[in-house]
């Protein structure tokens, strides 16, 4: 199963903290992305094979990945302040196994925009703490091809365990129940057998997946709840309780799940 995304990662100690500058080229469109710490800084188009620098900061001290072309094959360079940086699944062998564990056991069939879907709840466990998270396969899809992406010409592409295969939904009945549970199984499978793989764990996009974004989330959901709290206290009743109104769905989406449980 290969990729359409190639990633490269760069580790970069700046100020006593470690900083990931990381690049995205896509192979069919051409689209590339530069993101520092998660956050997307750059992106250009470019349809031909065209070597490209792209310059990026860090705490106002300057770095560059250069993109360069070797007839019809890409390389990859991170150079900060003068000096190239380790690349983060070829050059750096320090990782090890973090003691990830994942557990999927339930699926929401829900309507989302008048549309049924099927949203996992995706539990992560790690040195003792748990996050939860609101997956849809499709988001699997996406994290998956750029995972690959980060270890295109890598051996160990091929010991990267294979997500479940897409169904055509003219043959096969997505929303029935022997669907969804042998999905959520093989997901649980997927994610677990990734786990056991410390650059894997390692990888940005692992982290951001299963981190990053629900933290995010979380601390939006915690100003909410901290609003809705001041003004209660002040005696004016916020415009959420005004109109708030029973729901089935206690995750705010969809017109009430079909929870499937296992």
Not at 85 to 113: A, H, L, Q, R, S
Not at 228 to 247: E, F, I, L, M, W
């Amino acid at each position: 199963m290969g990729s359409t995304v190639t990633s490269r990662s760069w580790r970069v100690l700046e100020g006593g903290v470690y900083h990931v500058v990381q690049l995205r080229h896509n192979n069919v469109s051409g689209r590339r992305v530069l993101l520092v710490d998660g956050k997307e800084i750059w992106q250009s188009m470019k349809v031909m094979d065209v070597a490209e620098d792209v310059n990026f900061e860090i705490n106002g001290k300057q770095g560059v990945v250069k993109i360069g072309v070797d007839y019809f094959t890409f390389n990859y360079l991170c150079v900060f302040q003068g000096r190239p940086m380790p690349e983060m699944t070829f050059d750096i062998m320090d990782y090890k196994e973090e003691g990830y564990e994942c557990k999927i056991p339930v699926v929401n069939v829900e309507i989302v925009k008048g549309k049924k879907v099927a949203v996992f709840r995706v539990e992560m466990t790690h040195k003792g703490q748990t996050e939860v998270f609101r997956k849809r396969f499709r988001d699997f899809a996406t994290f998956d091809d750029y995972l690959r992406g980060g270890f295109d010409g890598h051996h160990l592409l091929q010991n990267l365990p294979k997500l479940p295969p897409k169904q055509f939904a003219l043959f096969t009945n997505h929303f029935s129940k022997e669907f969804l549970e042998e999905r959520r199984r093989a997901l649980e499978v997927y994610v677990n057998k990734l786990c056991r793989i410390p650059k894997a764990v390692a990888n940005p996009d692992f982290v951001a997946f299963f981190t990053k974004k629900n933290k995010s989330k979380k601390k939006t959901q915690q100003r909410q709840e901290s609003k809705v709290r001041d003004r209660r206290v002040r005696g004016t009743p916020s415009r959420a309780t005004q109109r708030a109104k029973p729901s089935a769905n206690p995750d705010g989406e969809g017109e009430g799940p079909i929870e499937v449980r296992f």
